[in-house]
């Protein structure tokens, strides 16, 4: 059993440093820094897990949130790498030089924009959470999907803070024999798999699970990151998790969103009063008997591959068990954006390598990634509540109250808070200087105390912009826009409490409080280094135009 530091700021300390809910002056008893787990799925739906309301069999992470707690309105980026950026920073994805997207294997600039805010890799003035936890004596452990710069190894997981790294360093990969320039990376070297029953998420958990045996001979406490590339496409799953869903979807896309929503209402995830957003894909019964088998099926593989992540992630919580460690490991589960509704109404990538272990472009479409994302409206890239909600667990028994286990956080909350909270935990400090640069402040803020008493967090604002979709969440308020690129934009405004599938635009009731959040928001951009969408467009098309 790994022996621990003692933290110098106790759990009910910190809640009184923060919150000052208490003037007493007992002494609680010193606990241990927990070991710290950060899961992160990639393109899941709001609804998908069993926990959140899905009928995919995911008994292992339901578990996880019966004996911990379910955050409701957690938020990320809208996007796979500028969320990753601002996880593992604290700092809006703009911040960090990925305000867009990161490099890809065969053109390793080619979202570079030389802008400080679009860069395409993190930039050297931030701090990862790897080098703030390795700073209060860590281990750093990765495993799985990196996504934020490969033009060089500077960019790199060992280059930004972690001991160990196994997996990939580009967004995608096929599952089953990822190679190439999408291939594996081990450390610094990239290696050839051999093996023919290889699969990525299988991989990604042996490795951390080996990674984790490698240090629990001392006493510091470790930090992993698991970033599974699953259930981002390609659609590949093995045979006998497939098979558990063929036939399932056969009733189609409305039927699953009315199922889910129904299951979401009786949970306390959806509100009585909110109704489902509208339905964003053909009349499955005006739909050809072949269309449909093929649709039922590409549903059937996404299943597995979520249902195949929930297997690994009860094969990590087994042995953290085993080895006595589950106790104080603070464990947080999360998406990095909504359903991912690349492919079109009926998904991209041919049919006839579906069930194969073939493929890289093979999605979903996005007729499922709407039932995924129920109740909400839109998809990955946008920052209406379908782009942007996560369904978030949090994990942790020697720190969370039994009494509140299976309850739900409805406080809002984005990514930056991931930092501070486990700054808070480990005791680590946050560095304001990295090589004579300043580094941004930290913009998040702890989640600890919420995670042992019932307190409400300030009504803060947070902000979103990608690809010039721009969104501002203050209080009970939401601002959102759609980028469109045939005219000025439009601004909705919405109460997301009383309305967060988001139907009722209170704009022309509330138009001066609009108007104060629009300038806010432009504020806000104006400070974070966010620059107008459609002159990034055409630095975009100039580049494309060069090559």
């Known amino acids: 059993m790994i022996k621990r530091k003692p933290i110098a700021l106790t759990l009910l300390a910190l809640i009184i440093a923060q919150l000052v809910l208490s003037c007493t002056t007992a002494e609680a008893p010193v606990e241990d820094r927990p070991n710290i787990i950060l899961i992160m799925s990639d393109d899941m739906g709001y609804s998908d897990l069993g926990c959140f309301g899905g009928e995919i069999n995911t008994p292992n992470l339901n578990q996880l949130a019966a004996s911990g707690l379910r955050f409701t309105q957690f938020y990320n980026a809208a996007r796979c790498c500028p969320t990753r950026a601002s996880l593992l920073t604290g700092l809006y994805p703009h911040q960090t030089g990925i305000g867009h997207m990161t490099n890809v294997p065969d053109n390793p600039t080619n979202h570079n924009y030389n802008l400080p805010g679009y860069q395409g890799f993190l ?6 959470l790897a080098e703030v936890l390795g700073g209060a004596g860590y281990h750093t452990l990765m495993s799985g999907k990196w996504h934020l710069g490969m033009a060089d190894s500077s960019q790199w997981p060992l280059q930004r803070g972690f001991d160990k790294f196994y997996g990939i360093l580009s967004g995608a990969a096929n599952y089953f024999k990822p190679d190439g320039l999408r291939g594996i990376t081990t450390q610094n070297e990239q ?10 998420t299988d991989a990604f958990t042996d490795h951390a699970i080996a990674f984790i ?11 992993l990151y698991l970033a599974y590339n699953a259930p981002h496409w390609p659609l590949n799953a093995p045979k006998e998790d497939v098979d558990k869903y063929r036939g399932r979807y056969d009733d189609g896309w409305q039927t699953l969103r009315e199922e889910r929503y129904q299951r979401m209402k009786q949970m306390g995830l959806v509100e009585e009063n909110w109704p489902l957003s509208a339905q ?17 099926l590409r549903m059937s593989i996404y299943a597995a591959q979520v249902d195949r992540m929930d297997q690994n992630i009860g094969r990590l919580t087994q042995f953290l068990q085993e080895t006595g460690e589950l106790d104080n490991t603070i464990i947080v589960f999360l998406n990095d954006n909504g359903a991912c509704a690349e492919g079109g109404t009926f998904g991209g990538g041919p049919a006839n390598i579906l ?20 109740p909400y409206r839109e998809y990955k890239h946008y920052v209406h509540e379908g782009g942007i909600s996560t369904p978030m667990i949090v994990h942790w028994p020697k720190g969370i109250e039994k009494t509140k286990n299976g309850s739900l956080v409805k406080d809002y909350a984005f990514l930056p808070d991931i930092m501070a909270t486990f700054k808070d935990l480990a005791n680590a400090d946050y560095a304001v200087e990295k090589d004579g640069q300043r580094v941004p402040t930290l913009v998040g803020k702890s989640l600890a105390p919420l995670l042992v008493a019932d307190v409400a967090m300030d009504a803060r604002p947070i902000f979103w912009e990608h690809e010039g979709n721009k969104a501002l969440r203050l209080g ?10 045939k005219g000025p934009q439009t601004w909705e405004l919405y109460d997301v409490v009383k309305d967060r599938t988001e139907q009722n635009d209170l704009s022309d009731q509330m138009s001066e409080k609009k108007t104060e959040m629009i300038a806010l928001w432009q504020n806000w951009a104006d400070t974070h280094q966010v620059e107008p969408w459609d002159e990034i467009l055409q630095i975009i098309q100039s580049k494309n135009a060069s090559h």
């Open 355 to 374: 069930e194969t272990k073939k493929g890289y472009w093979l999605t979903y479409g996005q007729s499922w990634a709407n039932a995924s994302n129920t």
């Open 280 to 296: 964003d894909s053909p009349d499955w019964d005006t739909l050809s008997q072949e269309v449909r088998d093929e649709m039922s």
């Open 213 to 223: 045996d490698g240090v629990k001979s001392d006493d510091q406490p470790f930090f």
């Open 123 to 128: 930039q050297t003035n931030t701090n990862t």
């Open 476 to 485: 009970n308020l939401k601002l959102v826009s759609k980028w469109n690129d």
């Open 191 to 200: 290696i050839e798999i051999t093996n023919p029953d290889y699969y990525t």
